[in-house]
């Protein structure tokens, strides 16, 4: 069965800074998505940036970048010039490739709860 | 596009009422699923449908969980009788059909709180 780990409950960064949100998953599978949530308090569930895993370069979107270690098994969501609108619980998501009927299961990792300081 | 809209965003119940949740995919998209946040168990799947068609049902709790999808544009989840436990944030969610080796992103609505009582 797939997991996803996410070892930090919690963190914090002050505004115009850089933090990483770590993320581990554990996975038999050679062809998967990782994706990364953001959930602000508002509760609602948005798409930050997508991963592919047969694609070795690493996704990218605005502020928001990973660092996609296929072979540790690794998926790290990079912030960029952290805002204020950023605070946020952030889950990292695993899915497996459909193909070969595959259920379409996004399982999700426990979240991270960020944290921008003014 | 109006994106997944579900209602009511707020629901509170007394134990051992039905409650009914609604929910319409984005436009287009084949594949719709419901998903369940607590604080103890996190994001879970339920059930998902493909074209209306239920396709895994492995997560829907018990017998008292049912979900429909009578047309393209409209789901429902049920839970008859609730109970205090099935206090949660209900999601959910739409997505495109796989292509291939490819997948398209699952988008979320805003959620529906139930508090049963």
């Known amino acids: 069965a797939q997991t996803v780990t996410q070892s930090q409950p919690e963190m914090s960064v002050q505004e115009a800074e850089t933090v990483t949100l770590s993320c581990t998953y554990d996975t038999s599978e050679s062809n998967y998505y990782l994706f990364w949530y953001k959930q602000p308090p508002s509760r609602q569930m948005i798409l930050v940036i997508r991963q592919e895993a047969y694609k070795q370069q690493n996704a990218t979107e605005n502020r928001f970048s990973v660092n996609f270690q296929k072979a540790a098994k690794s998926f790290s969501l990079k912030i960029s010039d952290s805002q204020l609108g950023d605070t946020a619980m952030y889950f990292c998501a695993f899915m497996r490739s459909p193909y070969g009927g595959a259920t379409n299961k996004l399982i999700f990792g426990t979240g991270t709860l960020l944290a921008v300081q003014p | 596009d109006a994106g997944v809209i579900q209602s009511p965003r707020h629901e509170v119940t007394e134990m051992g009422q039905e409650v009914t949740l609604r929910c319409k995919p984005i436009?287009?998209?084949?594949?719709l699923f419901w998903y369940r946040q607590t604080m103890m168990r996190g994001l879970e799947l339920l059930i998902y449908f493909n074209n209306n068609v239920p396709i895994d049902d492995s997560g829907m709790p018990e017998d008292r969980f049912s979900a429909k999808m009578p047309n393209a544009s409209f789901s429902t989840l049920k839970i008859q009788p609730s109970e205090p436990r099935d206090s949660a944030v209900y999601f959910c969610?739409?997505?495109?059909?796989?292509?291939?080796?490819?997948?398209?992103?699952?988008?979320f609505g805003p959620g529906t709180r139930l508090t049963v009582l």
């Open positions: 436009s287009g998209h084949d594949y």
């Open positions: 969610a739409s997505s495109l059909a796989p292509s291939g080796l490819h997948t398209d992103t699952q988008y």
